[in-house]
């Protein structure tokens, strides 16, 4: 009696004859191939984006989405914070929320067309003054620079 009928199959294998484990292989070759290449963009995504901003060419460092650059040590939080609602308020954004003390300062503001919401952080580190620009939802890294460099322009740097 022949054990392969209609509809029968041998166990392991598929109806066409193919061992199961074999089936999944072209799949599993091509994702190991591109592998390497996606980990490769995600790296050069993840690494930081060192320029110089502003006129005295203070190095910032562009990273998830933040715009962060370290002011001079002359600079202090209640005058970078006011530098920076000046600087949002005369490129049209309207000012949702300011605060500022000795150590820290935000200024949250929306630019005058779109959903975006930009932060302008300032913290007072142990002798200088860290500024972070972020543009939520995605960022916007050359927006961040452009504000940064109104922000440095009203304090004269």
């Given at each position: ?74 600079v202090r939080v ?29 200024v949250i503001a ?29 960022g916007d890294r ?16």
């Amino acid at each position: 009696m022949d054990r392969r009928r209609a509809g029968d199959q041998t166990p392991g294998r598929s109806p066409a004859g193919t061992p199961r484990r074999w089936r999944l292989a072209p799949a599993l070759t091509l994702a190991l191939l591109l592998t390497p290449g996606c980990l490769q963009r995600v790296q050069k995504v993840v690494q930081p984006i060192e320029e110089p901003v502003g006129e005295r060419r203070l190095w910032s460092s562009y990273h998830f989405g933040t715009l962060t650059i370290e002011l001079p040590p002359e600079v202090r939080v209640e005058s970078a914070t006011a530098a920076s609602r000046a600087a949002l308020a005369r490129r049209g954004y309207t000012i949702r929320r300011t605060e500022a003390t000795a150590d820290a300062g935000c200024v949250i503001a929306c630019p005058p067309r779109g959903d975006q919401l930009v932060t302008v952080s300032l913290d007072q580190k142990l002798e200088l003054t860290q500024m972070s620009v972020k543009i939520e939802p995605w960022g916007d890294r050359a927006a961040s620079v452009l504000i940064a460099e109104d922000v440095l322009a009203q304090l004269g740097l």
